[in-house]
């Protein structure tokens, strides 16, 4: 099974490369690696990532909908 990033997702991994990248381009790249490599992780193995049903119900397959920071209150976020 494959991944689908929404444009809001792939807005939201173009603006965590661009605050990296103030710092250095090369590290704003290898991140975007590892978040890439993680994608593809769910899309083979969809189960290993945590379904988040009190966010938004009803989504087939995986669809990476946003990237947000982990310490983020998620529920103040609009999705």
């Keep these: 099974m494959a ?3 929404t444009r809001r997702a792939r807005r939201d991994v173009l603006s965590i490369w661009n605050r990296i990248a103030k710092d250095s381009e090369s590290t704003a790249d290898h991140f975007i690696d590892l978040l890439v490599h993680h994608f593809r992780i ?5 189960y290993a990532g945590r379904q988040r049903d009190e966010l938004r119900t009803g989504y087939p397959g995986v669809r990476i909908m946003n990237v947000v920071h982990g310490r983020m209150d998620l529920k103040r976020y609009p999705f």
């Design 3 to 5: 991944y689908r990033l």
């Design 42 to 46: 769910l899309g083979d193995v969809p």
